[in-house]
């Protein structure tokens, strides 16, 4: 991985999960000492599910809310979709407390509007936000294919969430989704980018090396004055 200060790598999966959860339990500690519960933006997918297994067994002296960075437009009971996977993770939790961005029933035009709401609803800034990377530079639901990317990852845009279209679609999950806008995922006070595979470091290393303005997650690198980025690799 190419020199950064704040890029680790790791040996396999498992000391990069252990790594990214021992941040993630410390961004929820101590957001609870200083407001009374921490507030958080989760990525979908099974690498960080036992990251959250991990948060739901831990033991906090306060609240835990959190919400998807994005979500596929399908019914909740759907295998494809990310709130039902955080689900299973979180268990039953005590501390934890999930906002769905979609709609049950996964309508798009009715759960782009409940994702707008509440984040009109809870407009601080997160404690953390957890991303992952596609080998195509994709980071939440901002592909860049995607016809309204640009509206995604606009400055002082003032939007909060998107309604979406992957382009191309990928075949093993053509849906619609919602997708966090960069905008307010960089209203945090720590991202953590996970990013595994040689395909996928190779992508990394390009874009710290020599930025490529088309790829979302060169716009989170590059972002003017971000919040701490701390990026995790491994095989």
């Not at 909740?76 to 993770?89: E, F, G, V």
């Amino acid at each position: 991985m190419s020199p950064n200060e704040h890029a680790r790598s790791y040996a396999d999966a498992a000391r990069l999960l252990e790594a990214v959860g021992d941040a993630l339990e410390q961004a929820c500690r101590s957001a609870i000492r200083a407001r009374g519960a921490a507030w958080l933006a989760l990525a979908g997918g099974r690498t960080p599910l036992p990251v959250y297994a991990r948060l739901a067994r831990t033991a906090f002296d306060g609240r835990i809310d959190a919400l998807p960075t994005d979500e596929r437009c399908v019914p909740h009971d759907h295998p494809a979709c990310n709130l039902r996977q955080l689900r299973t993770a979180f268990g039953d939790s005590p501390a934890m407390r999930l906002h769905p961005i979609t709609r049950a029933d996964g309508d798009v035009a009715a759960s782009l509007a409940l994702a707008q709401a509440t984040l009109a609803e809870r407009p601080g800034d997160f404690d953390a936000v957890l991303l992952g990377m596609g080998a195509d530079g994709h980071i939440a639901s901002l592909f860049p294919g995607a016809a309204n990317l640009a509206q995604g990852m606009a400055p002082g845009s003032g939007i909060d969430a998107l309604a979406t279209v992957p382009d191309p679609l990928p075949p093993e999950a053509p849906f619609a989704r919602i997708s966090l806008t960069l905008p307010r995922l960089l209203r945090a006070r720590e991202i953590h980018l996970v990013v595994t595979g040689e395909e996928k470091r190779a992508v990394l290393q390009r874009v710290l090396r020599e930025p490529q303005g088309g790829l979302p997650v060169c716009g989170l690198l590059q972002a003017p004055s971000p919040p701490p980025i701390r990026i995790h690799w491994s095989p």
